[in-house]
Antibody
Framework: QEQLVQSGGGVVQPGGSLRLSCAASGFIFNIYGMHWVRQAPGKGLEWVALISYDDNYKYYGDSVKGRFTISRDNSRNTVYLQMNSVRPEDTAVYFC???????????????WGQGTLVTVSS | DIQLTQSPSSLSASVGDRVTITCRASQDITRYLNWYQQKPGKAPKLLIHDASHLETGVPSRFSGSGSGTEFTFIISALQPEDTATYYCQQYHDVVLTFGGGTRVELK
């Protein structure tokens, strides 16, 4: 059974940094693209970033480009989201999600993590 | 970025009712349109991909149709467990976008 278990998150001050992790199991991690998607409190879904299976392609949403970095460690079956220069508007539940394909081009999300809350506040 | 406009933003229906949600794209996205269900406090769940392909294990009362800029999601006979928020999502562009969501409640 496919499973994505997230860790990290919490409260961070504006301008600070935080790293989220997502550990995968139950599928062959190194052949799938992986995403991060977020949801501000009471709001809809916003796609954040995608990394391809081989780390050759990375795509970002406009609101996080230049501040967030997605990465993966296929030896650990884990995907990361490094969040730098965070802003209050980055406050959200962050989900990791598995792409339906290699991630060379984004498609859709077939499995999701449980979500982790990031609160940006002084 | 491609904008997706869902309507209605919320609806109330009775058990057994047919429920229809529309998703309109700001430009032609062919059939690169997916639908998700999200229950409160939970991660979304993929229901339909590529406009009309039902994900494995999803009940057949859920269906999708459309192409180009207009798409429809239907629950043929609403069940109590279908109360949730439904989102469309496009992948015609590398910047993925979601519709604003439709909250479905029981009357």
């Amino acid at each position: 059974q496919e499973q994505l278990v997230q860790s990290g998150g919490g409260v961070v001050q504006p301008g600070g940094s935080l790293r989220l992790s997502c550990a995968a199991s139950g599928f062959i991690f190194n052949i799938y693209g992986m995403h991060w998607v977020r949801q501000a409190p009471g709001k809809g879904l916003e796609w954040v970033a995608l990394i391809s299976y081989d780390d050759n392609y990375k795509y970002y949403g406009d609101s996080v480009k230049g501040r967030f970095t997605i990465s993966r460690d296929n030896s650990r079956n884990t995907v990361y989201l490094q969040m730098n220069s965070v802003r209050p508007e980055d406050t959200a539940v962050y989900f990791c999600a598995k792409d339906s394909d290699t991630g060379s081009y984004p498609r859709y999300f077939t499995s999701w993590g449980q979500g982790t809350l990031v609160t940006v506040s002084s | 970025d491609i904008q997706l406009t869902q309507s209605p933003s919320s609806l109330s229906a009775s058990v057994g009712d047919r429920v229809t949600i529309t998703c309109r794209a700001s430009q032609d996205i062919t059939r690169y349109l997916n639908w998700y269900q999200q229950k409160p406090g939970k991660a979304p769940k993929l229901l339909i991909h590529d406009a009309s392909h039902l994900e494995t294990g999803v009940p057949s009362r859920f269906s999708g149709s459309g192409s180009g800029t207009e798409f429809t999601f239907i629950i043929s006979a609403l069940q109590p467990e279908d109360t949730a928020t439904y989102y469309c999502q496009q992948y015609h562009d590398v910047v993925l976008t979601f519709g604003g969501g439709t909250r479905v409640e029981l009357k």
